[in-house]
């Protein structure tokens, strides 16, 4: 075979492999190119960080992240997370955001984060109160006052006082059980306002409070006119028999009528009970004499009681 025609086709196959090297190269560069001006670096946790948590540097790592899915408020320097402390919890292997962080210089615990403006309060519970320990660091709970209005006579009334409240810890710890398991304890921590701080105390000092669970995304406030008696009976007449009693009459006082009524307070003219055993009407009430009760306003009566039964008479003036 010709040598010459060898020689070229050696240099035809070794400059093929270097044009094909040459653009995968440069394809390869111009792909991380448009890769690099798409992405751009961000701080995410490493571990899970717990609430109020001052990070160390080994709780956090850079890494690339698409702009296009980048969330809002999320941390692109290291050095502007670390030594901060933690408002909420952050799982790890997740972005860190600017309103999971406390401000700069804030201190662990209670005062970090506590955002600025709010109040943290702590209030007695107990295992009714507290819904059975389901009130757990981070839920949010509608406050329930039941007390005594101020009004002579006036009993007691319930009312909703404050709407989505969350809370910052309960009894010493600020987080979560690691088994998820509901933990009764004997206080609980809720961020407020200093106005709703006031209204709380004074509702805790004047009665009982209860708390109730709400849906952490639930944004509605509802206007609650507040629950009497009246309101969990709602039946006026189950009142009534509460009142007049349910064994053969007890607590009734017959009427002209033949009816009864609730043994209450009235305007009527006394009537006085004579009982006469087996006698006659005529021998206990001799100036008494038996007619109808008129239509117009009642007059003094007596009943006559013989036995079993039972007689109304007027007095006649």
Known sequence: MNKRFLLALAGAVFFGLISIYAAKFYLEQRVNQTKSQQETVIVIAATDIPLGTKIEPQQVTVVRYPKELLPD??????????????????????????????????????????????????????????????????????VIAILQPQLDGARQVSKVILQKVRVLAGGQQMRNNSDSKPALVNTVTLEVTPAQAEKLKLAEAEGRLQLSIRNATDMVIEKTPGA???DVLSDVSLEQRAVEGTRGGGGRVPMASGQTSPQMPSSQPPAWIINTGAAPATAAAPAAVKRPAPAGPSRPSIELIEGAKRTRVEMVP
């Open 73 to 142: 408020q999320v941390m692109v320097r290291e050095s502007e997370v670390v030594g901060r402390v933690s408002v909420a919890d952050i799982p790890a292997r997740t972005p860190v955001l600017s309103r999971q962080l406390a401000g700069p210089g804030s201190l662990p615990g209670l005062s970090g984060v506590t955002p600025s403006g709010m109040r943290a309060v702590s209030v007695r519970v107990d295992e009714a109160s507290s819904v059975g320990g389901f009130v757990s660091p981070g839920t949010y709970v509608d």
């Open 228 to 230: 009497t008696r009246r």
